[in-house]
């Protein structure tokens, strides 16, 4: 790697998405603190791995997610709480903002480094959709019908086995149990399919996930999941 091919990647994600990616310094407030990232580590990260996650979108479908800002960072925590990625959409809120993506680069887990590339970006995505931003009316009727969002404590192993999740995070409420989902999709899409054949509950809500995004955006088609299906790799 060298600095001018580093720069050049810059350069190409702000031109294609509008996406400034930054390695900024240090930040302690109560909703988002973090740490500076290594540069040589940060650089290394955003020119050989967090380029080519962003290559998987189309300039129509990132651009309309209103994504303004990726930081790259380490020791991410968001309300006290260690985190892998955080979200920003509350600039959504003002005309012509754009929203913030913080990632944590301290793991050198391959695909868990993926999974939140996407599952954030997701959170931009759903935020984006339509006038409501995360209200989703729909989604929670495609649960168990005793399951309560927000009832499950967290503090245990990421794996879920209860029917129609795919993590315990996916548990804790609907918007992230639907960025959940899509991560998943996105990472090991093969699995997903393989699991929901035995989950009525699951495929429920990869049909509609599959249907919110196809009007988000074109690119979702069945082209582009069956280019997901062939490049499926298990999270875990």
């Known amino acids: 790697m060298t600095i001018s091919s580093y720069y050049r990647v810059l350069a190409e994600i702000k031109e294609k998405y509008d996406i400034d990616v930054v390695l900024a310094g240090e930040r302690m407030d109560m909703d988002i603190a973090y740490k500076e990232a290594k540069p ?11 380029h080519k996650e962003l290559l998987v979108y189309s ?38 903002r754009k929203s913030t993506i913080y990632l944590d680069i301290s793991r050198d887990h391959y695909n868990l480094n993926c999974g939140t590339v996407h599952h954030e970006i997701f959170h931009a995505i759903d935020h984006s959709d339509d006038f409501w931003r995360y209200i989703d009316h729909e989604w929670p ?17 990421e794996e879920c086995e209860r ?3 795919v993590s315990r995070y996916s ?13 998943y999709m996105m990472v090991d899409y093969a699995g997903v399919e393989k699991r929901a054949r ?10 509609r996930m599959k249907d919110l995004l196809k009007k988000f955006s074109p690119q979702f088609d ?4 069956e280019k997901r299906r062939k490049l499926s790799a298990p999270l875990y």
């Not at 040589?40 to 967090?50: G, P, Q, V, W």
């Not at 997610?65 to 600039?91: F, N, Q, T, Y």
């Not at 035995?198 to 049909?207: H, M, R, T």
């Not at 069945?222 to 999941?225: A, H, K, V």
């Open 40 to 50: 040589t580590k940060a650089r290394d990260y955003i020119e050989f791995f967090l």
């Open 59 to 96: 300039e129509k479908t990132l651009r309309k997610s209103k994504i303004g800002r990726i930081v790259v960072c380490e020791k991410l925590a968001s309300r006290g709480k260690c985190a892998s990625g955080v979200a920003d959409m509350k600039v959504i809120i003002v005309p012509g």
């Open 141 to 157: 009727k495609l649960n168990p019908s005793e399951f309560e969002y927000g009832s499950i404590e967290l503090n245990h192993a």
């Open 163 to 165: 029917p129609g999740f």
């Open 171 to 183: 548990t804790s409420a609907v918007h992230e149990d639907k960025a959940e989902v899509y991560k």
């Open 198 to 207: 035995q989950d009525i509950f699951l495929k429920s809500k990869v049909e």
């Open 222 to 225: 069945e082209d582009f999941w």
